[in-house]
């Protein structure tokens, strides 16, 4: 049974941390890019931060740039997203995903990623 399994996200004052993990079973992650998005009510699903199959290169988004870090164990078929000095526009459910196609560059796209996560709800009170 493929299952990705966000977890760490929370209520946190404006200014501070999350480390957001994604525990992967079913499926390998080591030969693929993973995708971290975010969703908030009302609007589209949008890329956040992504990280190539070996871990050598990411890609985030402009308004993450500088406060969030993406990072993969391949040996756990794990992915995290350190999230640093947050802002009440960070709120929103946070989703990761694996790339459909393995040993390619960093794709930001949502129709790239083929398996996604439940989400979990990073809440930002300013």
């Known amino acids: 049974q493929v299952q990705l399994v966000e977890s760490g996200g929370g209520l946190v004052q404006a200014g501070g941390s999350l480390r957001l993990s994604c525990i992967v079973s079913?499926?390998?992650?080591?030969?693929?890019?993973m995708g971290w998005f975010r969703q908030c009510p009302g609007k589209e699903r949008e890329f956040v931060a992504a990280?190539?199959?070996?871990?050598?290169?990411?890609s985030y988004t402009d308004s993450v740039e500088g406060r969030f870090t993406v990072s993969k164990d391949n040996a756990k078929n794990a992915v995290y997203l350190q999230m640093n000095s947050l802002k009440p526009e960070d709120t929103a459910v946070y989703y990761c995903?694996?790339?459909?196609?393995?040993?390619?560059?960093?794709?930001?796209?949502?129709?790239?990623?083929?398996?996604w996560g439940q989400g979990t709800q990073v809440t930002v009170s300013s």
């Open positions: 995903a694996r790339d459909r196609v393995p040993f390619r560059t960093l794709m930001v796209g949502i129709e790239e990623y083929n398996y």
């Open positions: 990280i190539d199959w070996n871990g050598g290169r990411t």
């Open positions: 079913g499926l390998t992650i080591s030969a693929y890019t």
